[in-house]
């Protein structure tokens, strides 16, 4: 990896799915054995479209991620801006609404956007949409990090060579 690779998860409010996806990716590059200056040269971010800054991960989606050794403590929400998006390599939002968001705030980011699932599994006729689950039971919130971390592995196998 010649260049910084810079990947931005994109929820709503940046305190469930995204914070998880940022996490649950992280982890896994640990796990990928890659050098460590590959490792130093990719960035892992997240954001919502409607987060308040500053706000910490879900209560739930911290002790869902706790449980797989993946430490979510120390998250603190952040909107989407129109810098970060000009500046992410690749931009995973989580729903189909939550892409048209980002490309209605950055066109440019066209081609890089994508909804996590149509990258993951590109030609498939599933659902593009990971359900959002704040609000819901400890069940909801396992149920997302397990969608996350198979897609969040597909993703990085396709994207770190």
Do not use: W
């Not at 599994?121 to 949409?129: A, H, I, K, R, T």
């Amino acid at each position: 990896m010649d260049k910084e690779l810079k990947i931005l998860f994109v929820c709503t409010g940046n305190t469930c799915r995204s914070s998880m996806a940022e996490a649950i990716a992280k982890q896994k590059l640990k796990e990928m054995h890659l050098k460590p200056e590959e490792l130093a040269k990719i960035k892992i971010m997240s954001a919502g479209t409607m987060a308040f800054p500053g706000c910490p991960a879900s209560p739930k989606a911290a002790k869902v991620l706790k449980e797989k050794n993946i430490d979510l403590s120390g998250h603190k929400s952040q909107r989407i801006s129109p810098e970060m998006l000009g500046e992410a390599d690749y931009i995973f939002t989580m729903t189909i609404i939550q892409k048209q968001q980002v490309l209605f705030l950055n066109p440019a980011a066209e081609g890089k956007t994508y909804t996590l699932m149509e990258f993951a599994y590109p030609n498939s006729s599933m659902d593009l949409n990971i359900d959002d689950p704040f609000g819901g039971d400890e069940e909801c919130y396992l149920k997302c990090a397990y969608q996350l971390e198979e897609a969040i592995v597909k993703v990085l196998e396709r994207i770190i060579k």
